[in-house]
T-cell receptor
Framework: DQQVKQNSPSLSVQEGRISILNCDYT??????FLWYKKYPAEGPTFLIS?????DKNEDGRFTVFLNKSAKHLSLHIVPSQPGDSAVYFC????????????FGKGTRLSVIA | DTGVSQDPRHKITKRGQNVTFRCDPI?????LYWYRQTLGQGPEFLTY????????KSRLLSDRFSAERPKGSFSTLEIQRTEQGDSAMYLC??????????????????FGPGTRLLVL
C-alpha cells in the first residue's frame, strides 16, 4: 500500500519554462512534506519542505504548494534549467517530521536546452 | 566538509558473505536513519537512532540485518549471510530539528552519498 504516490515517472520540459511535479498521499497523519533531488550514484539532496499548516513555501526558483483537502502537493521550478535534470522524490512524515520519511517512487525530470 | 559521509561507496560481495557499512552523520545531529533504495523505487526506511538508542526498526529489517550506534556518533549497518535480494543502495541520513511555523519543531533529514551493494 503506497502512502506517497508520484504518478508521473518522467517529465520533459524546455529550458526556461515551468516544471510542475506532483505528489499525492493517502495518510492523513502526514503533516510535514519534503522534496529531494537525486542525481545518479548520489544520495538525495534536500530541496524544500512544507508544514501542513501552510499551503505554500517558496525558496528561490522552487515553490511547493500543499492542498490538504485533496492530499496533494506539487513542486514548481521556474525557470527550469538543464542542471535541474534529476530524479525528484516527494517524502512525507508524521509528527512534524519526527517519524521516518515515506517516499514516493520519484519523477525523472529532463530539462531540454 | 560537514555533510553526511558513508563508507564504502561501493561493495561487491559473494552470496553468503557478511558486509558492514559505516555512516558518519552531521556532527550536531542526534538522529541517524538508514534507508534502502532499489531500482525504480524511492528510499525505504530500515531503522533509526536517537543518540545511541535504536528507536524503530522496519519489518524490512530481517534478522540478518543489525545496526549499531555505540557512542551516539557514527553508525554501522551489518548484513550477515548476504543474499542477491540485498543488492541495493543503502542510504544514511541524519536529522536536524529546527523551529518551524507557529513554533512547531520539524526535522529535516540530510542524506549521505550512499553505499551501493552488489551481491553476486
Amino acid at each position: 500500500d503506497q502512502q506517497v504516490k508520484q504518478n508521473s515517472p518522467s517529465l520533459s520540459v524546455q529550458e526556461g519554462r515551468i516544471s510542475i511535479l506532483n505528489c499525492d498521499y493517502t495518510n492523513s497523519m502526514f503533516d510535514y512534506f519534503l522534496w529531494y533531488k537525486k542525481y545518479p550514484a548520489e544520495g538525495p539532496t534536500f530541496l524544500i519542505s512544507i508544514s501542513s499548516i501552510k499551503d505554500k513555501n517558496e525558496d528561490g526558483r522552487f515553490t511547493v504548494f500543499l492542498n490538504k483537502s485533496a492530499k496533494h502537493l506539487s513542486l514548481h521550478i521556474v525557470p527550469s534549467q538543464p542542471g535541474d535534470s534529476a530524479v525528484y522524490f516527494c517524502a512525507a512524515s508524521a509528527n512534524s517530521g519526527n517519524t521516518p520519511l515515506v517516499f514516493g517512487k520519484g519523477t525523472r525530470l529532463s530539462v531540454i536546452a | 566538509d560537514t555533510g553526511v559521509s558513508q563508507d564504502p561507496r561501493h561493495k561487491i560481495t559473494k552470496r553468503g558473505q557478511n558486509v558492514t557499512f559505516r555512516c558518519d552523520p552531521i556532527s550536531e545531529h542526534n538522529r541517524l536513519y538508514w534507508y534502502r533504495q532499489t531500482l525504480g523505487q524511492g528510499p525505504e526506511f530500515l531503522t533509526y537512532f536517537q543518540n545511541e538508542a535504536q528507536l524503530e526498526k522496519s519489518r524490512l529489517l530481517s534478522d540478518r540485518f543489525s545496526a549499531e550506534r555505540p557512542k551516539g556518533s557514527f553508525s554501522t549497518l551489518e548484513i550477515q549471510r548476504t543474499e542477491q535480494g540485498d543488492s541495493a543502495m543503502y542510504l544514511c541520513a541524519s536529522g536536524k530539528l529546527a523551529g518551524g511555523p507557529r513554533d512547531i519543531y520539524q526535522e529535516t533529514q540530510y542524506f549521505g552519498p550512499g553505499t551501493r551493494l552488489l551481491v553476486l
